[in-house]
């Protein structure tokens, strides 16, 4: 499966962004999803996942209460809504996808995930 994420921009601290994570290749329905982020200098880190029905969601601790994310199965595509955006969220986000494992669990491992796309770059000014 290939992934296409789009929606990144430059926005200001308090604003909102919608990504988009468009899957192509296979039928994604059976995929566990998730949006990692990477700031310069810094390791990778987990930001949002849910299992294949998005049922099931899991987010990081920066993520809760502000980041929401969902998936349309009929579009193949996921989704990350992003409010009240600090200047700490800047970095790429990477959408990923797989469907080697349990399609029922969240992945939060950057590892668990076998399909990457390519990163949409957030910058959040203050």
């Known amino acids: 499966v290939q992934l296409q994420a789009s929606g990144g921009g430059l926005v200001q601290a308090g604003g909102s962004l919608r990504l988009s994570c468009a899957a192509s290749?296979?039928?994604?329905?059976?995929?566990?999803s998730g949006w990692f982020r990477q700031a310069p200098g810094k390791e990778r880190e987990f930001v949002a996942g849910l299992n294949w029905s998005g049922v099931r969601l899991r987010y990081a601790s920066a993520a809760k209460g502000r980041f929401t994310i969902s998936r349309d199965n009929t579009k193949n595509t996921v989704y990350l809504q992003m409010n009240s955006l600090k200047p700490e969220d800047t970095a790429v986000y990477y959408c990923?996808?797989?469907?080697?494992?349990?399609?029922?669990?969240?992945?939060?491992?950057?590892?668990?995930?076998?399909?990457w796309g390519q990163g949409t770059q957030v910058t959040v000014s203050s």
């Open positions: 290749g296979r039928t994604f329905s059976s995929y566990a």
């Open positions: 990923a996808a797989d469907e080697s494992r349990n399609p029922w669990t969240v992945r939060v491992d950057s590892y668990e995930y076998e399909y």
